[in-house]
């Protein structure tokens, strides 16, 4: 496709089950992130790949976060036991990554996860 | 580790005020970047200044880069109810790849 696409576009747990989220990235972006982002608030920065280097992982909130890319393709987010407090939009971007001049992020519309 | 700081938070403004947001970095930046999130949507990018005091526009937007590079603000004229929404900026260290977002400007229009 075009853009980036994430799926589900909403998810409803439970308390306590796990989740996983999917990122498909632009075709050739080497760079992708995600962020959470609750109601009314900023980016949360949770999570940076760029090509094989190994990932930034300083914004995952807790163990129960976790994140894989296959190779410089798609990305998934996996929240285990999920808590009421992991209710938010998450949302996946990639780049071109490194520090090529036209570097801009290009978002996907989002995961909009509920845990009820 | 680099910090964006961004301000104000939040800003309601009667349609035709001017706007401006300002962005400033705890480190200096190779570049900086401005989205713009609308109500529901995700956040999309306007623009990316790369040079020392460099001044860009975009019609009624104004987007300036400091001279020591650790800064940088958003300037809307005469704002339009179009424009609401939330206003990111985004910085990229000297040394480093990774961009790290403010905190956003959250921007409301009173026609």
């Known amino acids: 496709g075009a853009g980036v696409s994430q799926s589900p576009s909403n998810k409803v747990t439970e308390k306590g089950k796990d989740v996983e989220l999917r990122c498909d990235p632009i075709s050739g972006h080497t760079a992708l992130y995600w962020y959470r982002q609750r109601l009314g608030q900023g980016l949360e920065f949770l999570i940076y790949?760029?090509?094989?280097?190994?990932?930034?992982k300083s914004g995952l909130p807790s163990d129960r976060f976790s994140a894989e890319r296959t190779g410089e393709s798609v990305s998934t987010l996996t929240i285990q036991r999920t808590q009421q407090e992991d209710s938010a939009v998450y949302l996946c971007a990639s780049s071109l990554g490194g520090r090529k001049t036209h570097n801009e992020q290009f978002f996907g519309p989002g995961t909009r996860l509920t845990v009820l | 580790g680099q910090q964006v700081m961004q301000i104000p938070q939040y800003q309601h403004v009667q349609e035709g005020e001017d706007f401006t947001t300002y962005c400033n970095s705890s480190?200096?930046?190779?570049?900086i970047q401005w989205y713009k999130q609308r109500p529901g949507g995700h956040p999309v990018f306007l623009i990316q200044?790369?040079?020392?005091?460099e001044v860009k526009k975009q019609k009624r937007l104004t987007f300036q880069f400091g001279e020591a590079k650790k800064n940088s603000s958003l300037h809307i004229t005469a704002t339009q109810t179009t424009d609401v929404g939330t206003y990111f900026c985004a910085g990229r260290g000297e040394y480093g790849n990774k961009l790290v977002f403010g905190a956003g400007t959250i921007l409301r229009v009173k026609s």
């Open positions: 200044l790369v040079k020392s005091g």
């Open positions: 790949f760029q090509g094989n280097s190994a990932p930034d």
């Open positions: 480190t200096t930046l190779s570049n």
